[in-house]
């Protein structure tokens, strides 16, 4: 399989920086006076961002900057990611090193935006230099200011690299990016981050278009799909986002890859949550054998001392509902793989003969509850043959 690389982007010299007239530096000059002992520690950056910064605009604007001037792009790890490694694993190294590719930027900036109240996402995709299509996997966040969605790639801000050195100079121009600006440069993976209300699909990206070119283009209500997302499960979401990813075409290896690894995801949650479900039914068909295990008991003891009728027949009625449940429980688990269903033959044949069992002992309580109760001790007779 083809590594996927994170990747900076500002790969020439002679870039030119927009630093004049900067509306932006109160904000960042407050940040300069950080303390560095609070340096090493998100919470305690959050809580100076909070303690100075009273609005979000304000405060998104801190974190870009003070992510994007104080991490530098660690160029000798550009192509030794660390795709599996947790968030907080990322931020620890890079505050301690203060180097990281984009993924660690990303973690860092949304970290900090949760922090200080700011729902921040990752976006993952590829981008474009010159007008052509880079295969090197890239990510940046979305982040919600006062009610409404923003782009932006503090690694790209922070600077760019030259025959592998890298020059730190901050760039607004991913900050806070419009969206019909950023799509000349960043294409996501999946659609509704392209923040367009027309998005544009893979080819089109590539074909240098900034508008959809479709005779009936898609509208995307990108606001309501991004905020709807909180009430979506991990599951959910991961369907809906494989089935945007391919809808807007399969291009190259990366896309491909990455449609690949959402949908492997999928079938891990899927198996994952067939074996929860799975021990949840093991342990009621238990508490089922437990009350029938019970009853058997009691019935070897001619069911004395004496219950009510009511209560005998619910002491049969509880079991076999038990495994009435775990039947079906068993029965709709969603999407069991044939593994599993294979793996599991003998528990699900364990199931219908335990119901079985149950039911020949709720027959002889309903036969026995219908006798009057003078000829009931006869049914515990047991008629040997010569």
């Not at 007239?21 to 950056?45: C, F, G, W």
């Not at 990322?90 to 729902?119: H, M, P, W």
């Not at 993952?124 to 969605?149: C, F, P, R």
């Not at 981050?193 to 479709?214: A, G, R, V």
Request: with cysteine.
């Amino acid at each position: 399989m083809t590594k996927i690389f994170c990747f900076l982007g500002l790969l020439f010299c002679g870039f030119t920086f927009a630093q004049n007239d900067n509306p932006y530096e109160s904000i960042d000059r407050k940040m300069d006076a950080l303390p560095q002992s609070d340096a090493n520690s998100t919470q305690l950056v959050a809580n100076y961002i909070v303690g100075n910064f009273q609005n979000q605009e304000d405060r998104i604007r801190a974190i870009y900057y003070w992510t994007s001037n104080t991490i530098s792009y660690d160029v000798a790890n550009m192509f030794k990611q660390r795709p599996n490694q947790k968030r907080e694993e990322r931020i620890e190294r890079t505050l301690r090193t203060q180097k990281g590719v984009c993924a660690d930027y990303v973690a860092l900036f949304n970290e900090l935006s949760e922090k200080v109240g700011i729902v921040a996402y990752e976006v993952n995709g590829y981008t474009k230099q010159d007008g052509n299509v880079v295969l090197l996997a890239h990510a940046w966040s979305v982040a919600k200011i006062e009610g409404k969605w923003f782009l932006f790639d503090p690694t790209w801000g922070s600077g760019y690299v030259n025959h592998n050195v890298f020059y730190k100079r901050l760039e607004n121009k991913f900050f806070k990016s419009d969206p019909s600006d950023f799509i000349l440069t960043h294409m996501p993976y999946d659609y509704i981050w392209e923040l367009l209300d027309y998005p544009i699909n893979n080819d089109e990206f590539y074909e240098n278009k900034i508008t959809s070119t479709l005779s009936n283009p898609v509208f995307c209500n990108y606001t309501n799909e991004i905020n709807q997302l909180e009430e979506l499960s991990s599951f959910d979401k991961k369907v809906l986002s494989a089935k945007r990813v391919k809808e807007s075409g399969l291009k190259n290896q990366l896309i491909q890859e990455y449609y690949n690894l959402i949908n492997t995801n999928i079938d891990v949650e899927l198996k994952n949550d067939s074996a929860r479900i799975l021990m949840s039914i093991s342990s009621e068909f238990a508490t089922a054998n437990a009350h029938y295990n019970e009853f058997i008991n009691f019935r070897n003891h001619k069911f004395e001392p004496q219950i009510s009728d009511a209560a005998l027949l619910n002491m049969i009625q509880v079991p076999f509902d038990e495994s009435v449940k775990c039947i079906s429980d068993f029965n709709s688990i969603p999407n069991l793989s044939p593994e599993n269903i294979a793996k599991n033959k003998k528990f699900a044949n364990a199931l219908l003969e335990f119901k079985k069992l149950v039911e020949v002992q709720k027959k002889f309580v309903d036969d026995y509850l219908a006798k009057p109760m003078a000829d009931r001790p006869k049914m515990f007779l047991v008629i040997r043959r010569k």
